[in-house]
């Protein structure tokens, strides 16, 4: 993968956090620079697509588990008898 350089201002006790955790986990300031920066883009990502597709018609309170693993397999089931399923 390749990397393009840029320069952030950084809150020193942030730095030294950093600083802490790279020489316990055996791996560069930098690295853990990277996997905060990664962390930050995926967490202000715009999806295309909603993360889940299906709802559910429910009673307007929290369902027991019973109640979930039921409506699950009901749908299940629906999906399958209509042939619109795919394999898992």
Known sequence: M???RTNVYADPEDLAIIKEAAKRRGISEAEIIRQGIHLAA???????????SRTFEGP???PAKDEVRDAVADAVRREADSGSGTAA
């Open 2 to 4: 390749s990397m393009k």
């Open 42 to 52: 995926m967490a202000n990502r715009v999806w295309d697509e909603p993360l889940f």
């Open 60 to 62: 307007g309170r929290t």
